[in-house]
């Protein structure tokens, strides 16, 4: 199995993940990164939101609401991640950074959705 991605650093408005700065917000998948993610909602994450992430499969989604957590997880996403088999958790970004390297390095199977400034 492939090493999960490592994020190296998170300050607002960018993100280094295995050493390549992001200046949008990012998917991290086990596999790989999604850069310049869109939701259709921006401060709110939908189900549409999150094709790639069902697609991953990962057993976790570590969801970063932005410096002060201004991005909402509506409980109808959580049901339709629940329903996908992903537990999702939902912190402000810089907590959300650790969180996931603390679960990519344990080695669960997990993603990362970035909202990188408010």
Request: aromatic fraction near 8%; charge should be negative.
């Amino acid at each position: 199995m492939d090493v999960a991605p490592k994020i190296d650093s998170y300050e607002f408005g960018r993100v280094t993940v295995d050493g390549r700065e992001y200046r949008a917000d990012v998917i991290v998948l086990p596999e790989r990164v999604v850069a310049d993610w869109w939701r259709v909602e921006g401060h709110g994450l939908a189900p549409e939101d999150l094709k790639e992430v069902v697609a991953a499969q990962p057993r976790v989604l570590v969801v970063g609401t932005g410096a002060y957590g201004v991005m909402s997880v509506p409980d109808d996403t959580i049901t339709y991640l629940a329903g996908q088999g992903v537990k999702v958790e939902a912190y402000d970004t810089a907590r959300a950074v650790r969180r996931y390297n603390e679960l990519a390095s344990s080695g669960e199977r997990v993603a990362a959705g970035l909202h990188l400034t408010c």
